[in-house]
DNA sequence: CGAAATATGTCAGTAGTGTTGACGTAATTC
DNA sequence: GAATTACGTCAACACTACTGACATATTTCG
C-alpha cells in the first residue's frame, strides 16, 4: 500500500462542496445539533454515576411503563447484555422496578418509581427547552413539519416503534 | 434506601406524556433520527475496521483540509488521546496525509488523500439520501427551515464553528 | 406428560471511544 | 534564554457496545 511513501499520499486541498450533490451542510448539523442535544441530560446523569445508556433505558420505561424487557431490547437496538448492567443499576438504585408478568410469569415489566419519573422529567426537562428554543428561534410555528422530518429519516421498518408511544396530543 | 423493599419501590403505572409541558414526542424522535441516520456509514465503517470516531475525523479533515489538530480537536470537542488512536489509524491506511505548518512548522496541517476523499464521499452519500429522502417526504421544499432549526439546537457559543464550513452555497 | 420454545439472567471475553494526568520534543514568542 | 505553544505519546481507567455460551423458570405444543 504505501509503497513509496514519498509520493503515495497526495494532500487534496480543495474542500468538499456538493460533489455528487451531497448535502454536507445538513449531515454536519445533525452531528452538532445531536452532540448538544445530548450533553445536557449528560451533566446531570453525570451527579448520579449514570451514562447515556441509563437515560435511554430510564426515558422509555416512563414513557412505556409495563414494557418488557424483550420489548425494550427491541426499542433501544442494543443486546440483552448491554442492557443488563445498565438496567440493573437502575433497579438497584430504585428508580425502576420490575413486576412479574401478569399472564406470562416470564416476563419481568418495568416501571420507574416516583424517584425514576422524577429524574427522567429532569433530564428531559432542558432537551425540551432546547427543543422548544430551536423551534421559535427557527420560527416554525407549526411542530409538525419537523416531527414530519425527523419521522421520515427513520428506518420505515421501525417506525411502528415509535407509533406505539403516546403522543403529547394524547 | 431500600429498607422495606416490599414497599420502597411503587411502580408507576401511568406513561409520561405533557407533564411540565414537556416535548416527550421530539426529544424521541430526535433519538431514533439520529440512531438510524448513523447506522448507514457504520456498516461501510465495519468493512474497514473503523468507527464512528474515525467517520467523524474523515469528515472535517475533507470539509476543511488544512485544518490543524487543534482545530479538529476543538470542532469535535474530544481530548488529544481520543483523537490520536484514530487518526493515527487514517494516516496509516493512506486516508489522510499530515503537513507541516507553512508558517507555524509545530502545526500539523491535515489533508485527505485521494483515498481518504473517496471514503469520505462513500460514507456521506446514503446519509445526504436519507436526507433529501425525509426532506420530500415531509414535503418540505424550503431547506432553509430545518437548516435553521438545526442551527438553533446548537450551543450559541458553539455556532461559530458552523459558519467557518464550507456552504453549500458557496 | 414430556419436549421444545421462550423470557430472562448471568458469565467470560473483547472492542471502540471517551476520559485524566503526566511527560517529552520541537518550534515560536517574548 | 525562558516561557509558551503544538503536538505526540504513555499509562490507567470508565462506559457502552458486542459475541457466544450457559442456567433457570415458564409456557406452549405435540
Known amino acids: 500500500m504505501a509503497a513509496r511513501p514519498s509520493e ?23 452531528f452538532f445539533a445531536y452532540r448538544d442535544f445530548t450533553s445536557d441530560p449528560d451533566q446531570i446523569l453525570a ?7 441509563h437515560h435511554r433505558v430510564l426515558h422509555f420505561v416512563n414513557r412505556r ?20 448492567r445498565v438496567l440493573k443499576q437502575l433497579i438497584d438504585t430504585g428508580h425502576i422496578v420490575q413486576v ?6 416470564r416476563q419481568r415489566e418495568l416501571y420507574p418509581t416516583a424517584k425514576g419519573r422524577s429524574l427522567a422529567l429532569a433530564l428531559a426537562r432542558p432537551q425540551s427547552r432546547r427543543i422548544a428554543a430551536a423551534l421559535q428561534d427557527a420560527g416554525i410555528a407549526d411542530r409538525s413539519s419537523v416531527e414530519h422530518f425527523l419521522k421520515a429519516m427513520v428506518n420505515p421498518e421501525l417506525r411502528a416503534q415509535i407509533d ?3 403522543r403529547d396530543s394524547s
Open 8 to 30: 503515495a499520499a497526495t494532500p487534496i486541498r480543495t474542500a468538499v462542496a456538493d460533489e455528487d450533490g451531497i448535502d454536507f451542510a445538513l449531515i454536519e448539523l445533525v
Open 47 to 53: 451527579d448520579y454515576g449514570f451514562g447515556r445508556a
Open 65 to 84: 411503563p409495563g414494557l418488557t424487557v424483550a420489548e425494550l431490547l427491541d426499542v433501544l437496538k442494543i443486546t440483552k447484555q448491554s442492557l443488563a
Open 100 to 105: 412479574q408478568g401478569p399472564r406470562d410469569r
Open 164 to 166: 406505539i408511544l403516546p
